[in-house]
């Protein structure tokens, strides 16, 4: 195994992150005020007075904006992961995980879910990076084990590109908010990388639909890629490279609607990464179905065949897009 699954953090942080989700929840919520972020409240809004110091290696994690407006994107292509998950109105958007190379800039940055608080909680401690939150999520994000930087914090560290309105084209320089990378040591993810597993079905192309979005996966033999496109066109990064991944996960997990919504009523879903369930993985041309399995919300992902052993994947970048399970 290449990079192993973190061991658990103490229970009493786990504790605090349930109680402060549950009190927020049981409060209700309301769309925050303008429409700069989705209606989740402006970098101001998003300011925090104090980061927790981090004391091992932290991955940077990035919340990327997925609109076809958005489109092409800057330094994706260098992440170790990238999530893609559903947002209000069906739409789609992205976190892009940085542990082994920082590129220069990343983007555009868009705003914080409650989903991300859990899906982070695999990492020691990350750094979280986006502009924008719900009101009343910001203080889950505040007592969540993880270090926030945003416009509001690190004003430094982010610029407007001039290629499309605002706020479509807020960047983050993260060596600015990282001094270095991290290193393998901060994937805990639970993933393996290795040679394939046996058997697999011969696949040329996958596509997953969410309501307002949609992901094609196209094997390309030459590449020895997945190439990426994205509502019926081709991903590109903003240098006119074709993004594309070494292994793809589909994932299927239970979306539910969640406390909270956008300024236009939308309700905001919940993408529940701890359980278990099934899953696609694809590598090499071949899919296999899987079965996948997260205990705890601070234990990695397991990938694991019908009998129980541990799925390899492809080394380089890894994209895993989160499915309604039926």
């Not at 992440?79 to 789609?92: I, M, N, R, T």
């Not at 560290?157 to 706020?167: H, N, T, V």
């Not at 899919?287 to 990695?300: H, I, L, M, S, Y």
């Amino acid at each position: 195994m290449r990079r192993g699954a973190r061991g658990r953090r103490a229970t009493t942080a786990a504790a605090l992150l349930v109680a402060t989700t549950t009190a927020a929840l049981a409060a209700g919520c309301t769309a925050g005020s303008g429409p700069g972020d989705d209606g989740r409240g402006s970098p101001k809004e998003s300011e925090h007075t104090a980061s927790p110091s981090v004391t091992g290696p932290s991955a940077l994690a990035v919340k990327i904006d997925n609109a076809p407006v958005a489109r092409p994107h800057t330094g994706v292509d260098a992440a170790d992961v990238v999530y893609a998950e559903q947002v209000e109105g069906g739409l789609s958007r992205l976190m892009a995980v940085y542990a082994t190379r920082l590129p220069e800039a990343v983007g555009p940055v868009r705003s914080a879910r409650e989903s991300d608080l859990e899906l982070l909680r695999q990492f020691e401690r990350p750094t979280l990076a986006f502009s924008g939150a719900q009101k009343k999520l910001l203080p889950l994000i505040d007592r969540a084990p993880l270090r926030a930087e945003t416009p509001g914090n690190a004003a430094d560290a982010y610029f407007r590109g001039s290629g499309e309105p605002a706020p479509h084209n807020l960047y983050l320089r993260p060596g600015r908010i990282v001094p270095k990378a991290p290193g393998e040591a901060a994937l805990t993810t639970g993933f393996h990388y290795g040679a394939a597993p046996a058997g697999g079905t011969a696949t040329n192309s996958r596509t997953v639909r969410y309501p307002a979005a949609r992901f094609t996966f196209t094997w390309s033999d030459s590449r020895d890629r997945w190439l990426i496109g994205m509502d019926g066109t081709p991903a590109t990064t903003a240098d006119g490279e074709r993004m594309a991944a070494a292994t793809v996960v589909v994932q299927y997990v239970k979306v539910r609607e969640s406390a909270f919504r956008d300024f236009l009523g939308n309700n905001t879903p919940y993408t529940e990464t701890v359980g278990s369930g099934t899953a696609q993985v694809l590598r090499d041309g071949r899919a296999w179905e899987v079965n996948w399995k997260r205990q705890e919300a601070t234990d990695g992902t397991a990938f694991t065949t019908g009998d129980g052993t541990p799925v390899n994947f492809a080394e380089g970048p890894v994209w895993v897009v989160f499915a309604k399970a039926p």
